[in-house]
C-alpha cells in the first residue's frame, strides 16, 4: 500500500506561482511512476503531468504545457508540480497518483493509488 499526502494548494491572484507537493510513503518511490491530475467542479478528473518510475519522461497536458513543471525527489520521497503564470481556469483540487514502474501514463484508470487532494483557487 502506498499512501500520498499532497500540500501546498491554496488561493492565489492570476499569473503568481504556486508549488504542489506529494509526499509518499509505504513502499519504494523510486519504482512508481507518478502524475498530477485535476478535477474543477462539475468536471472529471484530467491529466496534468506525468513522470515515469525512472524520472526520463514527463508528459503534460496541453493547456499546462510552459507553465507547469514536474519533479521528483526520490531521496525525499516526494513528487512536486511547480505551477507558474497561473491562471483562473487553472483552479481546481489536483491529486498526485501513483502506478508501479508506470513510463508516463495520462489515463487515470492506469493508477492505483491516489492522494486526497489539495485544492487551487486562482482569483483574477
Known amino acids: 500500500q502506498v499512501q500520498l499526502i499532497e500540500s501546498g494548494g491554496g488561493l492565489v491572484q492570476v499569473g503568481t506561482s504556486l508549488r504542489l507537493s506529494c509526499a509518499a510513503s509505504?513502499?519504494?518511490?523510486?519504482?512508481?511512476?507518478m502524475g498530477w491530475f485535476r478535477q474543477a467542479p462539475e468536471k472529471e478528473r484530467e491529466f496534468v503531468a506525468v513522470?515515469?518510475?525512472?524520472?526520463?519522461?514527463?508528459i503534460y497536458a496541453d493547456s499546462v504545457k510552459g507553465r507547469f513543471t514536474i519533479s521528483r525527489d526520490n531521496d525525499k520521497n516526494t513528487l512536486y508540480l511547480q505551477m507558474n503564470s497561473l491562471k483562473p481556469e487553472d483552479t481546481a483540487v489536483y491529486y498526485c497518483?501513483?502506478?508501479?514502474?508506470?513510463?508516463?501514463?495520462?489515463?487515470?484508470?492506469?493508477?492505483?493509488?491516489w492522494g486526497q487532494g489539495t485544492q487551487v483557487t486562482v482569483s483574477s
Open positions: 513522470i515515469s518510475y525512472t524520472a526520463r519522461t514527463k
Open positions: 497518483a501513483a502506478r508501479l514502474y508506470g513510463l508516463g501514463s495520462g489515463r487515470t484508470s492506469d493508477y492505483d493509488y
Open positions: 509505504g513502499h519504494t518511490f523510486s519504482r512508481y511512476g
